[in-house]
């Protein structure tokens, strides 16, 4: 049953992934980052778990790398949001190595607002697409 549970949601993923819009996608990347720091915290405060909570930082800083592939270095805006990512990442290599939780806070700060953003996006894009295919 478990199997059959796991295949599920793999498989529900799966269709989430491949019929998001670009701006849903970088919403569900910055919804695993933050996801996996979480975890990572859990890990260390809760659990002691050194390793778990490596492991789940390492996510959080390919969810970022990913990010960062994600720029155009053609728009403007990609060189300001690279030193943000760029931020982000040497916080949660930081984070890892000490592990130490102190930039937490500022970094799932940044992390939500830029996540909040991009779901605004999503939300008007999905909206004027609609209105564009319906009128």
Known sequence: MDYRKASLKQEYLKQSVMTASPAELIVMLFESCIKNLKLAEISL??????SGAHTHFIT???????????????????AKLLDIYDFLLRSI????LKKDLTLLPDVLEILCSMRDTWQKISKSSYILTREV???
Do not use: F, P, W
């Open 45 to 50: 405060v809760d659990n002691k778990d050194y």
């Open 60 to 78: 959080a800083q390919e969810t970022i790398i990913e990010l960062i592939n994600c720029l155009d270095s053609g728009v403007e805006l990609s």
């Open 93 to 96: 290599r930081d984070m890892n």
């Open 133 to 135: 295919n319906v009128g």
